[in-house]
């Protein structure tokens, strides 16, 4: 640390109270006790009060001042010791201005010993103060200057070198604690704003998936042409079924996969008869790009199987014993091709599934994976 | 599934409050088609009010981000202050009423098959009958 004299300074040597002899023996635990503080510490001027309270009365402190940096200025943060014009005189620092300006512009430690007897500019703030000395160290890490930490005492115009040691020590760890607590708002900060960006991104999804719904039912409403009009409904049907597959996705844990329950279930709201019942395969699941394409299959063939809106039910069928899962749509009329139309085709194919009908029933075998094989 | 009727029918007098002009249109359509009567469509807080006070609103179906920077749950909340129950219409759904009519929270993109049996269920928990009438499609708050 720089031993700094001000010009015109007299030396006085140390007098009234003396430091306590025992205080290096002290040292390790202050250092201890301010490491466990500072680790725990979440709040940046409150953790300097703290700690300014921990070491008082040890090393006989009567002021210090912390300084954060904002700019190319220095914003007094936390104080201790000073009546309130004092800190409000010293509020502000400019780089380069008072011990702690100089500390910071030129990021090294100052000791200022004998302030009373000294007429030197510099000084003239921690005189005023009514400290005999000063001494105080800019913050930094990693080759960032965050702030100073500057300790006084009025009752002796120096620090001893096992004291200046020791807070400058002291100075390394607050500036350790205050760089994590830096990281941990701005990593907050980021959160908080991918939050509102995922947030908005959603609702204009949602929202445009809903537009898109409402003009083409709007269209098929004004449809003079009933072949027309029918046309339109499926599609917007299909674009229900697109957008329902897609809720459970935000629901989900892992953006891997999604249920097929949840799936059927989703794709199977608004439509009136169709139940899903889950047999042996209670978490089965699909890779998430073909949820849309399985629920578009199970939504054609739930159309066409239930003109009327006649009762169907799906099971989901785990079978130990094979790599496969049958999902099997009951209660349909077969009297339309409910598998055999290029949608369903290339579906299947997308899923690399196979099916089979029988007897007012579809089944539907997906090499999927279930949580339970 | 669950998004059949399970309270009887009715004719309600309904305020719609969406910015969206296709989409507050087609929710017209789709619950005018059940013989409700569509009292209006508004787009900020102040239209709401003004329709609610000019007609006899039996239910509101509110989006939650409105035109002109307005917010839907300030419309909720004035709404249901003039006895009247809400249910929001969102792609957001707020996570929880702002006020003891605003029944729940009907998420976008929704089946328009099942709009009707919603509003309904929403009318009828509103005035005091079981949340189990509620569709899938209808997420409720109490």
New interface residues.
Partial sequence: MEEHAPSQHAIIPVEGPSVDPDLPRLHLKIMAEAAERLLAADDSARMVDELFALIRSELRLDVFFNYRLEQDRLVLEAHAGLTEEQAAAGAELALGQAVCGCAARERRRYHVTGVQASDDPLVAFVKQVGLDAYACTPLVYGGELIGTLGFGRRWADRFSDDEISLLHTLCHYVALAKHRLQLEQDLRAGIEQRERLL?EL??????A???A???V??EA?SEADRACAAALARV?DR??VI??AH?PIYAADDLRTVEVAELL?AV?????????RVIGAPRTTLPIEQGVAFALLIHTILTLGCPSGEPASIEIVGDASTATVDVIVKGLNMQADLLGGRFQRAFLRQLSASAASDAGAVTITLPVRSDER | MNDRLNVPSRSLNLLIVEDEALIAMMVEDALALHGHVIVGIAEDVASALDLADAHHVDFALCDVRLANGDSGVDAAIELGRRGIPVVYLSGNCPPSAAHRLVVGCISKPFHTASLNASVLAAFEIAGGASPDLAPTALTLYR
Wanted: net charge positive; charged share 20%; proline share 0%.
């Fill in positions: 947030n959603n609702h204009r999804v949602r929202n998936l809903q537009l719904v409402s003009m039912r709007l409403a917007g674009i229900e957008a329902a809720r279930r199977s709201t608004g439509l009136k008869t169709s139940t899903v």
